[in-house]
T-cell receptor
Framework: TQLLEQSPQFLSIQEGENLTVYCNSSSVFSSLQWYRQEPGEGPVLLVTVVTGGEVKKLKRLTFQFGDARKDSSLHITAAQPGDTGLYLC?????????????FGTGTRLLVSP | EAQVTQNPRYLITVTGKKLTVTCSQN?????MSWYRQDPGLGLRQIYYSMNVEVTDKGDVPEGYKVSRKEKRNFPLILESPSPNQTSLYFC?????????FGSGTRLTVV
């Protein structure tokens, strides 16, 4: 099973600041997903990036998939308290007739007013 | 509303007492899986089921069993729980647009 490392593990910032979360692996994934998890709830899918170098934007969130499909980043512009949560990246391993999701260790974000 | 429903949400039990965590989905998805979430380790897959005829082990299957007698239900069974199975458990389905997770079951084994 491939491993995904996220950095930083914890991030505490003030409202309005920008931030970037990184997701790195030594192996290649067919695609990569980002989830946000709030206390007491399951992860909720934010985005899937498929092509190396792909950039997707979701309002103030920008997701990028590395050219080699081994890494990804999530950039939040002008963070708001509503962005607080646990952010998880997950790589999709795909073999013949089978698909598996491998999760990163997570980045816990706290945005204070 | 598309949902994955787990029960119970919270459970405290004693070592060795068999328990079942239920999972039900209303999206007609073939694929279902169970994960456990532990601090610093992320979510790790316990078991998955491609359809009602196929279930298989994930990365951490020891001490767990599953059953897939019908498409909508995928219960997780702990025959003899131990303290190291204290964790937050999630059931998930996979459809065309991606994965949908339940709200979780927090299990404490004392």
């Amino acid at each position: 099973t491939q491993l995904l490392e996220q950095s930083p593990q914890f991030l505490s910032i003030q409202e309005g600041e920008n931030l970037t979360v990184y997701c790195n692996s030594s192996s290649v994934f067919s695609s990569l997903q980002w989830y946000r998890q709030e206390p007491g709830e399951g992860p909720v899918l934010l985005v899937t990036v498929v092509t190396g170098g792909e950039v997707k934007k979701l309002k103030r969130l920008t997701f990028q998939f590395g050219d080699a499909r081994k890494d990804s980043s999530l950039h939040i512009t002008a963070a708001q308290p509503g962005d607080t949560g646990l952010y998880l990246c997950a790589g999709v391993e795909r073999t013949t007739g089978f698909q598996k999701l491998v999760f990163g260790t997570g980045t816990r974000l706290l945005v204070s007013p | 509303e598309a949902q994955v429903t787990q029960n119970p949400r919270y459970l405290i039990t004693v070592t060795g007492k068999k328990l079942t965590v239920t999972c039900s989905q209303n999206m007609n998805h073939e694929y279902m899986s169970w994960y456990r979430q532990d601090p610093g380790l992320g979510l790790r897959q316990i078991y998955y089921s491609m359809n009602v005829e196929v279930t298989d082990k994930g990365d951490v299957p020891e001490g767990y069993k599953v059953s897939r007698k019908e498409k909508r239900n995928f219960p997780l069974i702990l025959e003899s729980p131990s303290p190291n199975q204290t964790s937050l458990y999630f059931c998930a389905t996979r459809g065309y647009y991606g994965y949908t997770f339940g709200s979780g079951t927090r299990l404490t084994v004392v």
